[in-house]
């Protein structure tokens, strides 16, 4: 069998469809997600809780992905943590070059008792600037979420603007 590049009077020969789906997408955010938006709505971190290991994981779970068994309850995280991990981005969630690079990562928020131990943590923007990424003085810092304004809230991550040092 032999092979051959195709030529352009080949490519015109074949049938072709030009077509721009309108597709829509709704899309639900589960029984787990649900709730922990429904919390932020009101000002509140939630997390579910394993009942063997007692990892509570914010964001939430409905299964412990190390015990194999359903998390039992609710409970409520600080809205304080620390910093794990920090990026700073020059492109934005449109891809589109920013001039001021946007600093997200990953928060590890504290548990609301001491028994506890809150996994893996949420990934928001964090306030701060791009020397203390660049430096890595971020990393470690106790933060705190800056939270909308109550009338403003509407039952998503936006609720929280960012988390900022303290
Ligand atoms: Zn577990």
């Known amino acids: 069998m032999t092979l051959h590049p195709l030529k352009d009077e080949e490519l015109k020969t074949h049938f072709t469809i030009t077509y721009k789906p309108e597709a829509k997408y709704s899309y639900t955010a589960g029984q787990a997600i649900s709730n922990f938006l429904k919390g932020l709505k009101e000002g509140k971190i939630l997390g579910r809780k394993c009942p063997k290991c007692g990892k509570v994981y914010v964001p939430p779970r409905m299964y412990c992905e190390e015990c194999f068994c359903p998390t039992s309850s609710w409970t409520q995280v ?4 620390v910093v794990m991990t920090a990026v700073a981005s020059f492109i934005s969630w449109t891809r589109d070059r920013l001039e001021e690079p946007e600093i997200v990562g990953t928060i590890r928020l504290f548990p609301s008792t ?3 131990y809150v996994y893996p943590g949420l990934f928001h923007r964090i306030c701060c600037s791009y020397e203390e990424v660049k430096n890595m003085k971020i990393f470690g ?21 960012c988390f900022e040092v303290i």
């Open 141 to 161: 810092r106790r933060v705190k979420a800056r939270w909308r304004p109550t009338e403003k809230r509407v039952g998503s991550i936006d609720d929280i603007e």
């Open 78 to 81: 600080s809205d304080e943590g």
């Open 114 to 116: 001491s028994r506890d």
